[in-house]
Each structure stands twice: as C-alpha cells, then as structure tokens.
C-alpha cells in the first residue's frame, strides 16, 4: 500500500509534467537550484571540520534549526506545500491512517526539497569526520532532523487546512499581515538595536536556540565534542520527542481531515448592503474595482501576495542595517513599490474561469485593467509614500524625500504598467479560489518566478529616467535633481500606466477568449 | 420597408467547428434556432454541447464557420451581440466571495447599465428566484442549487433577448426547478428565446419546442421536438440515434446473494 501510494505520486507529477513542458523546465531548473545549494551546504559543512568545535556547533544549531523553521514556517509566507497527493482526496478511499502517515513521510522524503533536505542534513557528520564515533552520532541526528522538517511541513498543510477553511481565521490573517505592513518602520527601529551586536551574539543564541525544538537535535554532535554527554542525551531526547509529537499531532489532524473532508460549510455572517459596490462609481471601472478591492480584504490568497512585503524590506534592512548603516533603509520604498506594483501580475489568474463573467458582460479590456489599477492604489499609493517618508525619518536623511519618492511613486505607477500588459494576456498557475493558498503546483510557482524575472528587468529598464536623476541627485547633494526626479517619477510613471492599460486592454479585448482558455486549463 | 433584423432567426450557427488537438470537439456544426422558441440542445457527455454553446455566445473563438445573433454577427460585432445574449456557462466558477447582491449588481454594471436600474433589477431577480433571504451571504456558501440560481439572476439582468443556458437544472431542486422553467416559459411567451442543453430527455420533452440531438460534434437530429422524437419519447429516440446501449446486468460478481 505505501509503495502503491508512493507510485501515485510519481505518476501524478510525470502526468503534470507531460501536460506542460514548460513545467518540466521549471522543474529541472529548480532541481539544479537545489543541487548547487547542495554543494554549496556540503562544501561548507566540510570545510567547518577544520573550525574551531564552538563555530562548527553554532553553524550546524543555527542552520539546522532554520532548515526546520524554514520547512514547518515557509509555506506559511509562500507557496511551498506540495500536495501532490492531496489526502483530502484519498478520503474515500479505506486506507488505515497510519498506512497513509507512512506513505505521506516517505513521498515528502522523496520530493526533490525532501531529497536535498536529507542529503544536507546527514551531510552535517561531515563536520565531525575526523572523530568518527560522533559522526555516526551526528549522520543519525541528521536522519531524525530531516524528517522533522517533511513531518513537521506535513503537519503544518494538515492543521492548516482546518484552519484557513473558516473564513474568519482568514479575514483575521489578513490583518495581521497588514499591520505588520503599516508597523514596518518602527518595526525594524527596535530590530536594528538587537542585531547590531549580532556577531559576538550569535553563540549564545545557538545555546538557546538548541533547548528549543527546533535546534535540539542538531546540538547532539557538538554536545558530544564538548565531551558533555548529559546536554547530548537531553538534547536527543527533546529533538526525538518533538518528531514523535509531530507524528501524532500530524495524525490526529489528518484524522480529523479525514472524517470531516474540508469542504467548509461554515456560514458566514450575512452582510447587508452592496459594500465597496456603493463607495466605487457605478460604471463598468467602479465595478471591477469594487469586486478587486472586496477580493482584497476577503481572499487569502491576495493575503498571500501582500505577506511579502513587510518582508522583503527586513531582509534589505537585515543586510544592509546590520553593519550599523541605517542609509539601507533607504532601499525599502523602492522595494515595496516594486512588490506592490506586481501585485496584481496575477489578478486574472486569480480570477481563475470566475473571469468568464468579464468576457459574458462584454466589459471593456480597459475597463478592466483600470478597475484593477484602481483598487490596488487604494492602499498601495499611501502605503509607499507612508513607508518612503518613514524610512527618511528613521535614517534621518530629509535632503533625499524627493528623489526616493520620485523613485518609488515611479517604481509603483510602472510596475501596474506591466502588471496591467502581462495579466492581460498570460494565466498563471496559481492556487484557485478556495483552495489551500499555501498550496503550490510542482513547477508551477517557477514560471511564474522566471516571467516575474522577465518583467522585474523591465521595470528596473523603464523606472532608469528617474533612478538616474536621483542616484545624480544623491551624489552631488543638489536638491533641485531630487525634486526633477519626482516630477519624471510621477509623469514617466503615468504615461507608462496608461500606455501598459491601454496595451494590455487591447489584448484583452482581442484576445480574451484564449486568455479564458487558458484559465480553463489552469483550472 | 421591413426590418431585415426581424426576419433573421434568433440564433443561426453554419458550419461551426472547433478542434482541441488531436480530437475534433466540434465538426461542422449548422443550426438554426427560430425566434421565440424553447430550444433544447441534447447529447451524450462530450458531445460537444458546451464548445458549440460557448463559440455561440462569444466565449471560445471557433477554428471555422459563422454564428449571428439575431442577424448579427457575433465574432464580428462580439460587444453588440453579447449585449443581446445571456448566458449560463456550464463547469465556470462565479466571483464566489462576493454576496449573492453584490454578483448580480456586478454582473450589471458590468454590461454598463445605470446603477439605479442595476439595483431595481437586482432586487426583482433576487425575489424572483427565492434568493432575497440570502442576498448578504456569499455565494461561496451557496447551495449547488442556489448557485445555479444566482447564476442565472447574472445571466438575465441586462434583459437579453437570447438566453443560452448550458444544464441550467443541474442540481436544482425539484421545486426550484419548476419555478425557473415557469420563468423560461414566461420569458419565451414575451418573446425571447431560450437555448438549453441538458441530459434529461423527459424534461427536455415536456419544456422544449425545438430539439436537436448532438453527438460527437455533430447534429444528428434537429426540428421541432415532435419531428425529431416522432412516434417513440424523446430519450428512446435519442438512444436510437446516438447508439451505445448495452444490454446485460453486468458480471457475475456485481450481483449480491
């Protein structure tokens, strides 16, 4: 039966890659992504045997724990699960439940992730060849901890799945990713003290983080070369512990699931009155901006979209800030226009075949597209200008306001551009609505990050008019380039905005139908 | 001078073909729907009902052949024509976190209507199809039935004059699905016409006045429903037509005691 189920998810993942080629790619390429990060992780682990045994310990503590943060955690921030073989599905099906705990561990195990996952982890008694005793010690902690990421992933898809089907825990999700957007700047004001003194922190963090689940196991080795028996047993028994409560949290969840298949029949409150529909015009534009902005605050998914961008601004803030330079800050503007103004590259997609109403009604591509333009700027337009303001404030560098607003507000107006021409035209495969949004397709989030890529360079190409003037502005201290670099931001961005509205309308009103088509496909 | 327009029929369909790779979905489809009739499109699963549906109401461009709408083109004069056509599509998701009011002023707006006439129609509709109660939940909470319903209510708001519905009764209650045939009817009666497919003989023998019978994307039977099923019902006639019934219980094994 494990074996049976096991063939089931190769045969589903070949059936997928068969459909599309692109698909294949995709996952070749990931594949060799994965490779090279395996290399890179056994090289170094290799090389950390000839450290000192304190770095060796942190290194393998605070890498180890994050590999399982990353896989119990990640999914949460982006689309990672892969639910190849959905249990949900298997529901019908009289499989006993530990038949099916089994058969899910070992196809997570043999996913491409789960392989260099499990490679990279007993990799880690690489460090301690040179006392073989522990690197036996060390390849068995690895085991236990990979499959502590597969489980502990396992785990969180099962719980999840409970959860995001009741729609108040995702209208609850969706503030708590905002807030954290609105927090951003004072957020990494207290985060940059902590991290400043960083270095000379990091061990003990590692002592601390290893009296945790996720760090326990991975201790074990070090404990053992700092000749400490006792830590090394405690610290096996909690990481041991924390996989069999995994285990039995995971079955009880999939239990659960299983009786009660998640088709949600949670009423949700009634809401009187047409809500955004009365605040919006009552043109064919105001409607589909009403529709987008109440998809917004509703959709998980468009959550989903939103999480990165408190995000990506603290990894730029961790990189640059930490060394003490609070000038970093002065990328997070840019770089939340840039995440904002792409956020609606897969609106369409999201649509999925809903946007057959679009094409029944014979609404107008432009239409359309400024309806979608429109409800994003709703919040996206104060959010950059809030954060922009913020970060010249925080770093306190007021003489460069105008040129890093006619940056962002740029970045922003040129990414709906390309937004507004791409999804005119593409669909993406991305989670359907009501589906887990945490659920990505194999390969299928890839060709979504290469034409990303592809329009990522574009933009940096169409927002360079006014980069240079400020970057010139920046150099030589002359306002008056800031203030220009404003003026071009705004007006370049502009043209650009109805430029790529008017393109990608025109798209969509001659080729709708193949675009409905592919959103079929999709499906 | 007569109006050239009020003589055209109500749906006409020459030589309408589609193919999806290797498999011709479609094969040179010719139909004519008169006006002011209850038109039922019948067949066997994938036999091309939806693809020649959605190539007539401009939702899927056809590889070949011509579709107007009460004479007009439709690939042609796509903005018009839909202005004229409503339409259930079959196996589409709906905007499904809007409430049942919010999709169905949706849905007008969309087609440009003024907002004031959007919120009349959308209030008669929503009584009309025994929705009011839930018009504030969202129609992702919605019954399969309701669904359908609301569906509809999306389909008739601008008024059109040509409604083409793809297994509107799917998975509509008995009860519900009466009172949306009394509505049909009475939309025919006015004048309009209605175009269904659907896998139920009987119902499409008592509600339809024209039928036709498609199968493998292509029309083996079409008239009135009288002409087509002659002296047998409609659902032996279809059987004869399509073929591939087979007699036998089954093996051995299926039969209990």
Not at chain 1, 285 to 304: E, H, N, S
Request: with cysteine; glycine share 10%; charged share 15%.
């Amino acid at each position: 039966m494990v074996a049976h189920l096991i063939r089931l998810r190769f045969r589903l993942l070949a059936n997928a890659l068969s459909r599309s080629p692109w698909q294949a790619v995709a996952v070749i390429l990931g594949t060799m992504y994965g490779l090279f990060m395996l290399m890179l992780a056994v090289v170094g682990l290799f090389t950390l045997s000839f450290a000192p045994d304190t770095l060796a310990r942190t290194t393998v503590v605070l890498g180890g724990a994050l590999l399982i943060l990353g896989w119990t955690v990640l999914p949460l921030l982006s689309s990672g699960i892969d639910e190849t073989v959905d249990p949900a599905k298997l529901a019908t099906f009289p499989i006993p439940i530990n038949t099916l705990v089994l058969a899910l561990t070992v196809s997570g195990i043999l996913g491409v992730p789960g392989i260099i996952t499990s490679l990279a982890a007993l990799a880690t008694s690489l460090v301690w060849w040179q006392t073989p005793l522990i690197g036996i010690v060390a390849l068995l902690c690895g085991a236990i901890g990979a499959l502590t990421c597969v489980v502990g992933s396992r785990m969180l898809a099962a719980l999840t799945v409970r959860i995001s089907s009741g729609r108040r825990a995702r209208e609850a999700k969706t503030v708590l990713i905002l807030i954290p957007l609105i927090l951003l700047g004072p957020a990494i004001l207290a985060v940059s003290a902590l991290f400043r003194e960083l270095r000379t922190v990091l061990p003990t963090i590692a002592d601390v983080v290893a009296w945790t689940p996720i760090g326990a196991i991975w201790a074990v080795p070090g404990d053992l070369a700092f000749g400490n028996p006792g830590a090394a047993a405690i610290h096996g028994l909690i990481g041991v512990a924390t996989l069999v409560g995994s285990i039995l949290v995971w079955r009880w969840a999939l239990d659960r699931a299983l009786e009660r298949p998640a088709t949600a029949t949670s009423v949700g409150a009634t809401r009187r009155g047409l809500g955004w529909f009365r605040v919006f015009s009552g043109t064919p534009t105001g409607a589909v901006a009403a529709r987008a902005l109440t998809y917004w605050l509703r959709d998980p998914r468009y959550a989903q979209s939103l999480i990165s961008v408190p995000l990506v601004p603290a990894l730029v803030f961790f990189y640059t800030g930490a060394s003490g330079d609070l000038s970093g800050l002065l990328f997070v503007g840019p770089v939340v226009a840039v995440l904002l103004g792409m956020s609606i590259y897969t609106d369409v997609s999201y649509d999925n075949t809903a946007f057959s109403l679009h094409l029944q009604t014979g609404v107008s591509g432009r239409a359309d597209r400024w309806g979608r333009v429109i409800a994003v700027s709703v919040f996206a337009v104060p959010s950059t200008i809030i954060i922009t303001v913020a970060s010249v404030w925080v770093s306190d560098s007021w003489e460069r306001l105008a040129g890093l607003l006619g940056v962002s507000l740029g970045v922003l107006l040129t990414g709906f551009a390309l937004s507004s021409l791409v999804s005119g035209r593409f669909a993406f495969s991305v989670p359907a609505p009501g589906e887990n949004p945490f659920k990505s397709r194999p390969g299928g989030g890839f060709t979504l990050m290469l034409s990303m890529f592809a329009s990522w360079t574009a933009l940096a190409v169409l927002a360079l008019p006014e980069m240079i003037l400020a970057l010139i502005g920046f150099a030589t201290g002359n306002a008056l380039l800031g203030w220009l670099a404003l003026g071009t931001g705004i007006l370049v961005g502009s043209v650009l905005l109805i430029v790529g509205v008017r393109v990608g309308g025109a798209l969509l009103d001659s080729r709708g139908p193949e675009l409905l088509v592919q959103l079929q496909r999709q499906k | 001078m007569p109006d050239v327009n009020s003589l055209s029929p109500a749906l006409e369909i020459s030589g309408l073909t589609k193919r999806f790779g290797d498999k011709l979905a479609v094969n040179s489809v010719d139909l004519v729907v008169p006006r002011g009739s209850f038109f039922g499109l019948v067949g066997p699963n994938g036999a091309g009902k939806t693809t020649t549906l959605s190539m007539a109401t401009g939702l899927l461009r056809p590889d070949s052949g011509t579709v107007s709408v009460h004479g007009t083109d439709v690939w042609t004069h796509l903005v018009e024509s839909k202005r004229r056509i409503g339409v259930l599509s079959d196996g589409v998701r709906l905007f499904d976190r809007l409430t049942g009011l919010q999709l169905v002023t949706y849905a007008g707006l969309l087609s440009g209507m003024e907002r004031t006439v959007v919120a009349e129609r959308a209030a008669d509709l929503l009584e009309l199809f025994d929705l009011d109660a839930a018009s504030g939940t969202l129609v992702v909470d919605y019954s399969a039935g309701m669904t359908k319903k609301i569906a509809l209510a999306c389909a008739l708001i601008h008024a059109p004059q040509v409604l083409v519905l793809d297994e509107p009764f799917e998975s509509v209650d008995p009860v519900s699905g009466a009172n949306i045939r009394d509505i049909l009817h009475g939309f025919v009666e006015s004048g309009g016409t209605v175009i269904v497919s659907s896998h139920a003989m009987d119902l499409v023998q008592r509600m339809c006045d024209h039928v036709a019978v498609i199968a493998d994307g292509r029309v083996l039977a079409s008239g009135t429903t009288d002409e087509v099923r002659g002296a047998s019902t409609l659902e032996d006639r279809f059987v004869e037509l399509v073929g591939g019934r087979r007699r036998g219980k089954g093996p051995e094994w299926l039969r209990i005691s």
